[in-house]
Antibody
């Protein structure tokens, strides 16, 4: 059974760096059948795609965040990571990691999500 | 960016009645014979879950009360007979191009 689990600090100071890990079980992050993404949801608002990383290691980001965001993978630990720097209160959100099906982009498996609050 | 526009933004339905949600894209989502358009349901307090992929294919475990269709850049999700378990926010999402983009969401409630 495939499972994705987000972990990381729940509180980040303004201008600091948000760092999250998505631990994947039941499938290898190196599988060419999938790629791996992050989606966020500010409290009471809709969903926003943050970025995704392919098994090749190439990553694509939302242009609205591009200069501040990076996604990387660790195949030895079967997880991938999100870093968002220079955060503000606007980055407060539930962050979900999710699996894309490679040949159609659908997000077919989601983590439970973790609320990250940016506050001093 | 491809903009996805959903309507209505909220929907109140009597149990057992049908419901329909629309999603319009600013660009064609057709590539190599596939439409890169999915529907998700986020039930209260839960993560989103995939309902429909590639316009009309139900994800594993999704009842056949749910169906999807397309006409050009207009996409429709239909629920045949709405039940209490269908409450939540429905989102369309395009994955043809990055940034992948979601519609604003349609909140479905039961009368």
């Amino acid at each position: 059974q495939v499972q994705l689990q987000e972990s990381g600090p729940r509180l980040v100071r303004p201008s600091g760096t948000l760092s999250l890990i998505c631990s994947v079980s039941g499938v290898s992050v190196t599988s060419s059948a999938y790629y791996w993404g992050w989606v966020r949801q500010p409290p009471g608002k809709g969903l926003e795609w943050v970025g995704s990383i392919f098994h090749s290691g190439s990553a694509y980001y939302n242009p609205s965040l591009r200069s501040r965001v990076s996604i990387s993978g660790d195949t030895s630990k079967n997880h991938y990571s999100l870093k968002l720097n220079s955060v503000t209160a606007a980055d407060t959100a539930v962050y979900y990691c999710a699996r894309h099906v490679a040949n159609r982009g659908s997000l077919d498996n989601w983590g439970q999500g973790t609320l990250v609050t940016v506050s001093s | 960016d491809i903009v996805m526009t959903q309507s209505p933004l909220s929907l109140s339905v009597t149990p057992g009645e049908p419901a329909s949600i629309s999603c319009r894209s600013t660009h064609s989502l057709l590539h190599n014979g596939n439409h890169y358009l999915d529907w998700y349901l986020q039930k209260p307090g839960q993560s989103p879950q995939l309902l429909i992929y590639s316009v009309s294919h139900r994800a594993s475990g999704v009842p056949d009360r749910f169906s999807g269709s397309a006409s050009g850049t207009d996409f429709t999700l239909k629920i045949n007979r709405v039940g209490a378990d269908d409450v939540g926010v429905y989102y369309c999402m395009q994955s043809l191009q990055t940034p992948h983009t979601f519609g604003q969401g349609t909140k479905l409630e039961i009368k």
